[in-house]
C-alpha cells in the first residue's frame, strides 16, 4: 500500500451529534463548537463555551485556572497565591524522594504549617495552556513541498521544526500534535513554570487506604489529594528556584463549592489526558488481550509478589520500593482489567462488526476501494503473522528491559564504550546475518581509564539506581527475570552467551538450576556494588573487558534491535503503522460523510468531557451508591493489613465525627463520588467541576468496569472516581492543622 497523506477538509461535518453516545468524548478544549455546548447546557451547564475557553478573550476563562504536571497528571490554581491541587497519587514520587527512615513523608503525611516549611521539588515544572493553533494547512504545504523536492520530512523532524518556529515567533513553549494519525495538526502554547515546592500530603494511609487492593473498584475511600505552589521571579516571571522567589499570582483561580451535589447534577472535568487507542482495529485488540497483555500481566503480578513479600519484612524495603512498587501495580492492574473488560464487553467484535461496515463503505466506491480495499485483510494478515515475535518480545521486554534495576545499570556501561570508542577514533560496525540476530563487531583491545568526565555523569546515575536497591531483592528478580526468560522464549532468542549458560547448567534430568546460574552472574559481576564498579573502575581496563562483565554479556547477548529487525523482515511494506494510520483515516472519512461527531484519541493535549453524578449497576441486580463516606473507612478498617490499617490519630478522629463546618449533618462525611465522565490517564488530578464551573472534587480513578476504555467506550459502564473537596478541606482543618491554608482559600 502506497502511503498516501491526506487531509480532509470538510470541517462543516466535524461535529454533528447525530450519532454520538451520551458522556462519551474527550473533547478538545479548543474545538468547543455551537453543537457541544448546546448539548453540554441542555445536560445543566449554566456556562458559555467562551468561559471555559477563549484564547483571544480580555479576561482569564476556566481553562486558565488548569495546568499540567509535565504531561503526566492534571492540576488547578485554587488561590490567588499560586497554590496547587493535584492528586496525592501525581506527587507520590516527589514525597517518596523526600522521604527517609527518619523522616518518612509517605507514612506520616507533609504538612508546611509555615511558607518556609514548603520544600522545592527539583525539575519539577508546571505548564500553562495559553492557546491552541490548528496549523494543518501550514503543514500539508510543508509536506507537499518536501515531496515535490524529493526530501524526508518525517513525524520527528517535522514536529522539531514546527516547534521550533512556534517557540520564536511567540516566546512560549510549542508543542506539535497530530490528530486522527495525521488528518488534522495542532500547535499548543504553554508557559512553563519551573519553581514548584511541596505544600501538603496526606499519609498514603489517607490518601490511598486501600492500597492497590480497592484501586479501579468502588467503592473507594480515598482523599487523593496533595497541594504544591508555584513560584515566579518578583516580576511576575517564570523563574528557576531562588529563595527570593514570590509566590506566583495566576491570570485565574477555581472557585471551591462547598454545596455539594447530588444524582443526575451535571458536572465536567478539564485536564490533560494522556493516550487512548480507540481508532484501534479489532485486529490490534485481539493481540493485546489474547497474547502480549495476558504475559505482562502474569510477569508483573510475579514480580510485585517478589517485592512485597520483602517489603512486609522490612519497613525500610518498603520505603526504598514504594515507588516502584506503586507504579507497577498501577499499570499491572489497569491492564489485567483491560482484559477481563474487552472480554466481557466483546470489544474484539463490536469493532468486527464495525469493520464489517467499514468494508462495505469502502466497496461502495471506486476511489476508496482503490485507496482502502485490501485494508482490513493486510490487517488481519501482519497481525496473524506477528503473533510469535510479538510473545518473545513481550516476555523480553518484561523480563530482560524492565525486569530488574540491573537492566538500567547494565546499558550504561554501553554507553562509556561508545564514548570511549568515539574518543579513540574507533567505529563499531554492524554484521547482520541472514535468519539470526544482528551483531556489532567492535576492535574493542586498548586499555584506557574510565574516569572524569563522562564517566562521572554515567556514575552519578548508576549511584542513583544503587541507592534506591536492596541487594537481596534484586538477586530475587534477576533469578525470576532468568527463569521466566529461559522458560517462554524461543530457543532463536537466546543469544550465544545464554545459550552456554542454560547448557552449563542444565543437569542430566533436563532442568535448568536457575538459582545457580544467577549466583554465577551475581558473584562474577562488578556491577553489583556501587563498590565494585568503583574499584574496576579505577584500573586501566579495555573496552573488551568491561564488557566481559557476566552481567553486561548476559544482558547484552539480545538486543531489542534483533527483535525491531525480525519485525521489519516479518511485516514488509506495508508495515503495522502505516495499516493503523489509513484505517484511522477511513474511519474518519467514513464517520464525517455519516454526519457523526468526533473526537481524537487522547494524547496530552487539554480536553473537556462532561456527564453526571451517579449510581453504577456494575452487574444485573447490583446497584452501587454514587457516594462512598467515611463509615465506610471505618468499616474497612483491618489492624492486620498495610492497606486497610489506620493512623490512631487519623481513626480517632473519624471516629468522634466532628467535621466542622465541611459537612453539617451528624452523619458520615463523604468521602468520594461517581460521575460518568469521560477520562483516561493523565486526568488524574483533573478537577472536577459543577454547572457554574465550580470545584467540587478531584478526578482519581476509574472503576475495575472502565478499563477497557483505552480502547472503546462502554455507555453505562465508564465512570470517574472522584475526591469531595469538602472531604480534602476537612483533612486539612480538622487532621493537618493547615489553618492557612484555609485562610489562604477563604473559607
Not at 212 to 220: H, K, L, V
Not at 240 to 263: F, R
Request: net charge negative; hydrophobic share 35%.
Amino acid at each position: 500500500m502506497k502511503t498516501i497523506i491526506r487531509i480532509f477538509s470538510v470541517l462543516a461535518c466535524l461535529f454533528f451529534w447525530q450519532a454520538v453516545k451520551a458522556d462519551e468524548g474527550m473533547w478538545m478544549i479548543n474545538a468547543i463548537d455551537k453543537a457541544l455546548e448546546k448539548k453540554m447546557q441542555e445536560r445543566g451547564l449554566k456556562l458559555s463555551a467562551r468561559e471555559i475557553y477563549d484564547a483571544d478573550a480580555e479576561g482569564a476563562v476556566l481553562s486558565d485556572a488548569v495546568v499540567s504536571l509535565e504531561f503526566g497528571c492534571t492540576g488547578s490554581i485554587i488561590s490567588d497565591q499560586g497554590l496547587m491541587i493535584t492528586n496525592h497519587h501525581c506527587a507520590y514520587s516527589d514525597v517518596h524522594a523526600l522521604s527517609t527512615d527518619e523522616k518518612n513523608y509517605l507514612e506520616d503525611g507533609f504538612w508546611a504549617i509555615s511558607s518556609s516549611d514548603e520544600v522545592p521539588i527539583k525539575g519539577k515544572k508546571v505548564y500553562f495552556l495559553k492557546k491552541v493553533l490548528d496549523v494543518t494547512d501550514e503543514v500539508v504545504s510543508e509536506l507537499e513541498k518536501a515531496e515535490k523536492e524529493g526530501r524526508m520530512l518525517g513525524s520527528r523532524k517535522l514536529s522539531f521544526l514546527m516547534e521550533k518556529k512556534y517557540k520564536a515567533e511567540t516566546g512560549y513553549e510549542a508543542w506539535f500534535s497530530s490528530m486522527w494519525k495525521g488528518s488534522r495538526y495542532y500547535i499548543a502554547l504553554y508557559e512553563v513554570y519551573s519553581d514548584v515546592r511541596l505544600v501538603a500530603a496526606p499519609p498514603v494511609s489517607v490518601a490511598a487506604f486501600g492500597g492497590d487492593i480497592d484501586n479501579w473498584e468502588w467503592p473507594q475511600h480515598k482523599c487523593d489529594f496533595a497541594l504544591y505552589r508555584i513560584y515566579t521571579s518578583k516580576d511576575g516571571k517564570p523563574s528557576e528556584y531562588s529563595p527570593l522567589n514570590v509566590p506566583m499570582v495566576p491570570e485565574k483561580k477555581l472557585e471551591i463549592s462547598l454545596a455539594g451535589y447530588k444524582p443526575g447534577d451535571f458536572t465536567m472535568v478539564i485536564g490533560f489526558p494522556g493516550m487512548t487507542d480507540r481508532y484501534s482495529s479489532s485486529y490490534e485488540v485481539e493481540s493485546r488481550v489474547s497474547n502480549t497483555l495476558p504475559i505482562s500481566n502474569k510477569v508483573r503480578g510475579d514480580q510485585m509478589a517478589i517485592m512485597r513479600e520483602w517489603m512486609n519484612r522490612d519497613p525500610s524495603v518498603r520505603l526504598k520500593y514504594a515507588d516502584s512498587y506503586f507504579s507497577l501495580s498501577n499499570v499491572q492492574e489497569l491492564n489485567e482489567g483491560e482484559v477481563l473488560c474487552c472480554r466481557r464487553f466483546g470489544v474484539a467484535e463490536a469493532k468486527r462488526k464495525s469493520e464489517e461496515k467499514l468494508q462495505v463503505w469502502i466497496d461502495s466506491d471506486p476511489a476508496r476501494k482503490e485507496k482502502w480495499g485490501n485494508l482490513l485483510s493486510l490487517a488481519s494478515e501482519k497481525y496473524e503473522a506477528l503473533g510469535s515475535l510479538e510473545r518473545n518480545v513481550t516476555y523480553y521486554r518484561e523480563t530482560l528491559i524492565r525486569g530488574t534495576r540491573f537492566s538500567r545499570i547494565v546499558p550504561k556501561i554501553n554507553i562509556l564504550k561508545s564514548d570511549v570508542l568515539k574518543k579513540n577514533g574507533i567505529r563499531p560496525h554492524r554484521v547482520i546475518d541472514a535468519g539470526g540476530p544482528c551483531r556489532e563487531e567492535v576492535d574493542c583491545c586498548r586499555k584506557f581509564r574510565f574516569r572524569g568526565g563522562r564517566y562521572n555523569s554515567i556514575r552519578y546515575g548508576m549511584m542513583k539506581e544503587y541507592e534506591s536497591m536492596v541487594p537481596e531483592v534484586e538477586r530475587d528478580l534477576l533469578t525470576y527475570a532468568v527463569r521466566t526468560y529461559f522458560e517462554n522464549v524461543d530457543s532463536i532468542w537466546l543469544g550465544p552467551y545464554q545459550k552456554a549458560l542454560k547448557k552449563h547448567y542444565t543437569g542430566g534430568d533436563g532442568k535448568c538450576d536457575y538459582a545457580a546460574l544467577t549466583d554465577s552472574l551475581w558473584k562474577g559481576s562488578f556491577l553489583t556494588s556501587i563498590e565494585k564498579l568503583e574499584k574496576f573502575a579505577s584500573e586501566d581496563h579495555s573496552v573488551d573487558e568491561y564488557l566481559a562483565d557476566p552481567m553486561c554479556r548476559f544482558f547484552q547477548d539480545i538486543s531489542i534491535r534483533d527483535f525491531n529487525d525480525a519485525r521489519a523482515r516479518i511485516e514488509g511494506e506495508p508495515d503495522i503503522l502505516e495499516l493503523n494510520r489509513e484505517y484511522t483515516h477511513a474511519i474518519y472519512q467514513k464517520s464525517l460523510q455519516d454526519g457523526m461527531a468526533q473526537y481524537p484519541d487522547a494524547n496530552s493535549t487539554m480536553r473537556i468531557s462532561y456527564g453526571t453524578v451517579g449510581d453504577i449497576e456494575p452487574y444485573d441486580g447490583v446497584v452501587c451508591s454514587w457516594r462512598s463516606t467515611s463509615a465506610g473507612i471505618l468499616e474497612k478498617y483491618d489492624s492486620s493489613t498495610y492497606e486497610f490499617g489506620l493512623r490512631k490519630d487519623w481513626k480517632k478522629l473519624l471516629e468522634q465525627g466532628d467535621w466542622g463546618k465541611w459537612w453539617p449533618e451528624s452523619s458520615a462525611i463523604a468521602v468520594d463520588f461517581l460521575t460518568d465522565n469521560d477520562i483516561t490517564g493523565g486526568n488524574s488530578g483533573s478537577p472536577v467541576l459543577d454547572a457554574e464551573g465550580r470545584l467540587i472534587g478531584l478526578a482519581f480513578d476509574g472503576n475495575k468496569e472502565s478499563l477497557a476504555s483505552n480502547t472503546y467506550y462502554t455507555p453505562g459502564y465508564n465512570k470517574c472516581v472522584c475526591t469531595d473537596i469538602r472531604f480534602v478541606l476537612f483533612t486539612l482543618d480538622k487532621y493537618a492543622g493547615m489553618s492557612r491554608i484555609i485562610k489562604e482559600l477563604g473559607l
